[in-house]
């Protein structure tokens, strides 16, 4: 909402309409969808509105991230896609204004666009359908994920205080659980996490359940990771696929799939996690561990991953592909020494 609205609140006739509506977005909100505020307004008097009005049923701190400024909705919104690490695809835009809706349409195509009604009664049907809000499939990661933006922020406000990179990392207390797949647990999230994540992705090989159920069955081993600190949960971050080679010399092992999700990236958590898979290949038997990196659009971050962790390039495609290989038998260094780790 900009501006205007603050002032004109629904009167008590159409009030329960548009409550009704805001708990529609608060169960929304409870299934995993995000929920960003882009407002042309003044920050303190959205602020009073979400703390004083009686009206309202949402609150705050649901809102995993917010602009609320005088500047265009279209840069606000890439800055909200940008904080979030999400594609501005999975974003539903509201808005009661013909201009700013068809300005984010102009320019941002791929944003879904909703109009708020003018008819008070029809906006509680106005999700009804809408792309991308009607999901088959919700894990519980998803309905976590507004807790743990706000844990999020707690963390960042921990790292203002805590001085040099060290102190913070040792300060968060993190756990790190390693975990061998087990289907009735791991399943959905498995799938999900080879689908959804695009940025620490050595290959973004993407496997459905039933691809999952079948890799495992034709001897393919499947590892997560999950993580918690001292603010809160993080959920299953990362996954790991690996298969026996099929060709070349035997005892060696192919890292099919590597990735984790980026809102942990630069805690030690990502070489962690490799290492641990690592040392359970050579524990079954394994003598080399064979990955590439595959490069797309968006997963620049892991470029330089293997290579960092002592993996030796071994052939490099006209595409971009760079293969590697890790003699495993020569050693495994050990997780950061500020995690601790569980199942490893």
Not at 33 to 40: E, H, I, M
Not at 114 to 134: C, F, N, S, T
């Amino acid at each position: 909402g900009d501006h205007r609205d603050l002032h004109s609140f629904p009167t008590r006739r159409s009030s329960d309409l548009f409550q009704q509506f805001q708990r529609q977005l608060d169960q929304l909100n409870r299934l995993g969808f995000l929920l960003a505020l882009n407002s042309k307004n003044n920050e303190a008097d959205v602020r009073a509105v979400f703390e004083q009005h009686r009206g309202m049923v949402l609150k705050l701190d649901q809102v995993a991230a917010m602009r609320v400024n005088w500047s265009d909705k279209v840069s606000n919104l890439r800055e909200l896609a940008e904080e979030l690490n999400l594609g501005l695809d999975s974003f539903v835009f509201i808005d009661d204004s013909d201009f700013e809706l068809n300005f984010v349409r102009e320019q941002l195509p791929q944003v879904t666009c909703l109009k708020v009604p003018e008819q008070p009664w029809l906006l509680p049907d106005l999700l009804a359908g809408a792309r991308g809000i009607d999901r088959l499939r919700v894990t519980a990661e998803d309905r976590k994920k507004s807790e743990m933006y706000a844990q999020e922020r707690r963390r960042e406000h921990f790292r203002t205080q805590a001085g040099d990179l060290q102190a913070y990392l040792r300060g968060l207390e993190i756990h790190l659980t390693f975990e061998p797949f087990d289907e009735a647990q791991h399943l959905a999230r498995a799938a999900q996490l080879t689908q959804k994540t695009n940025q620490f992705n050595l290959t973004t090989r993407r496997y459905s359940e039933a691809e999952l159920k079948s890799a495992v069955a034709g001897g393919a081993r499947v590892y997560l990771a999950s993580l918690r600190d001292r603010f809160g949960e993080y959920g299953r971050i990362a996954l790991a696929i690996v298969r026996p080679e099929e060709s070349g010399p035997r005892g060696a092992c192919r890292l099919d799939v590597f990735l984790m999700s980026c809102r942990v990236i630069g805690r030690g958590v990502e070489g962690s996690f490799l290492r641990l898979v690592m040392r359970r290949a050579c524990e079954a038997g394994f003598d080399s561990m064979r990955a590439e990196f595959i490069p797309t659009a968006r997963n620049v971050v892991c470029r330089d991953f293997l290579a960092n962790l002592g993996f030796s390039e071994t052939g490099r495609e006209p595409a971009g592909a760079i293969s590697y290989e890790y003699k495993l038998r020569g050693g495994i260094a050990a997780p950061a020494e500020w995690l601790t780790v569980h199942g490893g």
